[in-house]
């Protein structure tokens, strides 16, 4: 296969693959996908849970073709678990059946030197995770950083070697550098500022939730058998919900599901006894689905 280089031809090739694999994607998306690729920039896509930004990172490798590699973040995630770690284990066991086979060779002796001699930091015994894997990959690569804004601002450290460079330094074996930079894409929920050297490496795309009839194409195209007239009501229900003051507000993945929802049960009128009937789709919070009861004014 050849580089895809760029991943896109064109903003406008962007718009119309990434809708090919059912995301719909606007403008200033297309046209920020697009250049991620054609100047092989890492993407940073922040924004509220549930708009869609870690979707792109997968349309983008759907419609390239490429392999996805997810680093999935976390307060507490070190080096050991986003770059790599030794098989510690293997390296023992390696080592006991080398002094054993040494050992009946000479007769039953041994040495520390032919334990010395015994190499156990190569390739064998490297445990790559996602960062290294991704580095080290020759096929098309889309790696997803996911919820950056999780991890602890040390790990940025260890992703400013990665980003700027697109290279690491294992001290037992060398600086390992890509062969074919990935399509790099950060996701943030904006938790927390992240730092400016990581930000300056990036491209920036912030996204929010769509507007009715951005959300209303959305959810028809992924639910095709969803009546027009359901659709407008499932969407203004949304947004209604949307402006509450929610622990979790609906992400269009669970506007999708509870279009799925209404269409498996058969539902041809959102009314009150619909909503409160269905309301779990799409709050997952006991006290967001009781806030929605009384601020909407639903009727069972």
Not at 133 to 150: N, Y
Not at 200 to 217: F, G, M, N, S, T
Not at 234 to 241: E, H, P
Not at 273 to 291: F, I, M, P, Y
Request: hydrophobic fraction near 45%; glycine fraction near 4%.
């Amino acid at each position: 296969m050849p580089q895809p280089n760029p991943w896109f031809s064109s903003p406008a090739d962007a718009v119309d693959r990434l809708a090919a694999s059912g995301y719909l994607a606007d403008p200033a998306t297309a046209t920020t996908a697009y250049l991620a690729g054609a100047l092989e920039k890492p993407l940073l896509v922040e924004g509220p849970a549930g708009v869609g930004k870690t979707e792109l990172a997968k349309a983008v490798a759907r419609v390239t073709g490429a392999d996805l590699v997810r680093l999935q973040c976390y307060e507490g995630l070190d080096e050991a678990r986003a770059l790599y770690e030794w098989n510690y284990k293997k390296q023992l066991l390696s080592i006991q059946a080398s002094a054993a086979a040494k050992q009946a060779a000479n007769g039953g002796a041994t040495s520390n030197g032919d334990l010395r001699d015994h190499e156990i930091f190569t390739d064998e015994f490297l445990l790559t995770r996602p960062l290294l894997t991704a580095i080290r990959r020759e096929d098309p690569t889309v790696l997803l950083i996911d919820e950056v804004d999780k991890t602890d601002v040390e790990v940025e450290g260890l992703l400013l070697e990665v980003l700027s460079d697109f290279q690491v330094t294992i001290p037992e074996l060398g600086t390992v550098a890509a062969v074919r930079r990935p399509f790099v894409v950060l996701t943030s929920n904006a938790t927390r500022e992240l730092s400016e050297a990581v930000k300056r490496r990036c491209l920036y795309l912030h996204l929010e939730y769509p507007d009715a009839e951005r959300e209303r194409e959305i959810v028809t195209s992924q639910v095709p058998d969803l009546e027009d007239r359901v659709a407008a009501q499932l969407v203004a229900t949304i947004g209604k919900l949307r402006d509450l003051d929610l622990k979790k507000a609906p992400s269009i993945a669970e506007s999708v599901d509870w279009a799925r929802t209404l269409v498996a049960l058969e539902i041809g009128e959102l009314d009150d006894k619909a909503v409160t009937d269905t309301l779990g789709v799409v709050l997952k919070h006991a006290s967001d689905q009781e806030r929605a009861i009384k601020e909407l004014r639903l009727k069972a």
